[in-house]
């Protein structure tokens, strides 16, 4: 075999294993349809998504899963309002004020955060946070949406710091130093100029944390309480998308409408996050920071 | 002038704050499950299976259950994912075939792990006929951890200095013969490292294996790779949540959750002090 062909057909064979990733992605897409489009005879799109009964078992059952849209919305929301600033001001930490040695150690700290597997992130809520939001608040459950909220932050810390981070730092030099020519304190140079360049990485940052707490499983399963009705206070339970597939999966019966509405909200659970990813996708290609030459 | 300072100070101090109650998160998380599980931890705690409908004996099972999903998985990701990250940093040009497969890439991070299991179950489990098993679980891991090795290689391979290459296309070598025994054997602690990381990652699933492989009790070892298993993961969400005897299981579940959180940790931070040691070491 000539050098020349043997090195085309290797790139070839490269681009096929390549190709594997968008081959699954495909793949994911089509078997979420198989099982999930027969639910649509039963009940309209419109139904399904805006339905505000989500009684799967009933008879005759009734699928609407806005419930657990609002559920999954809510306690996305709530995880971000804690999840974003602590994620993004670490992020300025590490890479603006820690001193080199400490700088390391946080990093590999918030890395191994973003190990813990979530089955015990959600064992944490279930024996500490609850117990402890039960007695403080005087409530019949901490099996909630704070509860849910707090643990969910912590997963999503992680995304939102190492991903700020890169942004802070590839914010070009001469930036920070013409701010301190100008006489401007670090505190200035940080808040008006350092973090205004890395903005769109940061946006990135705070919208993958969203899809990851979003799509987040175990830990809404095991501490968000499981009622799926829309709350009235952020003391109430709520099932979100993802707890009711898992919850629900193991006990509705195959190739029923049952086992065709989970799927379906799998269908829609997971447009959500691949809209936050394209959009995250977009800006970080949009707002590409190719040096100061782009501002 | 002086309030200029101040205000400097108010914000490093809630910079520093926070930074310091993420550390102390996940202190205070490992200190509290070390504290309440250590106690249960003991030689037959790993190596005997459960007794008493789940409230005595051991977890050694689900370790096992965990190795073979997690090894599984690995043996068909890591191979796949290297080839991935080898075709995207050293063969690919721009062009609309690449963004394509970056973009897949990127959306496939982003499934969440439980819509791996609804594949999982609709792909292998029902249409594959596979049936609940550890080839289905292992299967679906790999696919969940794949755009973590392709990320992790893929960062290794640009590590390796543009020099390597040149030198060794000028003696006239091939590409192919470049790749295989100059940048690859550079790159290879790299893509070990960040592999690792995927490793805990698939090791610490719960929601995909839910639905294809993991079982709540299995009365003998699984004898082949069309046997359901037990696996850690689903071991603690089963007894903390769905088991009749929760109060009588906290010991098992903290001792449980210890073993995870030690093998995950474990190795990950095996990874990270390998990392950074080989990132004094390099000499380019």
Known sequence: MSRHLKETLIKGIFAVFAFASVLILALIVIFL????????????????IFGKEWYPTYDPPSYGIWPLIIGSVIVTLFSCLLAVPLGVLSAVYISEIAPASIKDIVKSIIELLAGLPSVVLG?????????????????????????????LAIMAIPTISSISEDAL????????????????????????????????GISTAVILGMARAIGETMVVLMVAGGAAAIPESIFDSVRPMPASIAAEMGEAPFGGGH????????????FMTLIFNIIADYISQRFKETGSATL | MKWRYFRQQVFFTAVRLSALL?????????????V???????????????????????????????????????????????????????????????????????????????????????????????????????????????????????????????TFREASLALGISKWQTIYKIVLPTALPGILTGSILGIGRAAGETAPIMFTA????????????????????????????????IEQTRSIQYGTVLVLVGLVLGVDLIAIIIRSYMRKKKRW
């Open chain 1, 33 to 48: 349809f198989r099982e999930g489009i027969p639910l649509f005879k039963e009940v309209s799109a419109m139904d399904f």
């Open chain 1, 123 to 151: 064992f944490f809520g279930m024996v500490v946070v609850a117990p402890f939001l039960q007695e403080t608040f005087d409530l019949p459950t901490g099996l909630n949406i704070v509860n849910a909220s707090v643990i």
């Open chain 1, 169 to 200: 730092y590839a914010v070009p030099r001469e930036f920070k130093e013409a701010s301190y020519a100008l006489g401007a304190t670090k505190y200035e140079t940080i808040v008006k100029v350092i973090v205004p360049a890395a903005l769109s």
């Open chain 1, 259 to 270: 086992y065709n509405a989970l799927f379906a909200t799998g269908i829609v659970l997971f």
């Open chain 2, 22 to 34: 993420i550390v102390m998160a996940l202190g205070g998380i490992i200190v509290y499950i070390v």
């Open chain 2, 36 to 162: 309440n599980g250590i106690s249960v931890i003991s030689w037959d705690f790993v190596t005997l299976p459960p007794t008493d409908s789940m409230t005595k004996g051991g977890i050694m099972p689900a370790i096992l259950g965990t190795l073979y999903l997690t090894i599984g998985a690995i043996a068909v990701a890591l191979p796949l994912g290297v080839v991935s990250a080898i075709y995207l940093t050293e063969y690919a040009k721009q062009g609309k075939f690449i963004r394509l497969i970056r973009t897949g890439i990127n959306c496939l991070a982003g499934v969440p792990s439980v819509v791996f299991g609804l594949f999982g179950l609709g792909f292998f489990v029902v249409y594959l006929h596979f049936g609940s098993c550890i080839l289905s679980g292992a299967l679906t891991l790999a696919a969940l951890v794949l755009p973590t090795i392709i990320g992790a290689s893929e960062e290794a391979l640009k590590s390796v200095p543009q």
């Open chain 2, 214 to 245: 993991a079982a709540f009790f299995t009365a003998k070892l699984p004898g082949s790779i069309f046997d359901e298993v037990m696996a850690l993961p689903y071991h603690i969400y089963v007894l903390a949540t769905a088991g009749t005897h």
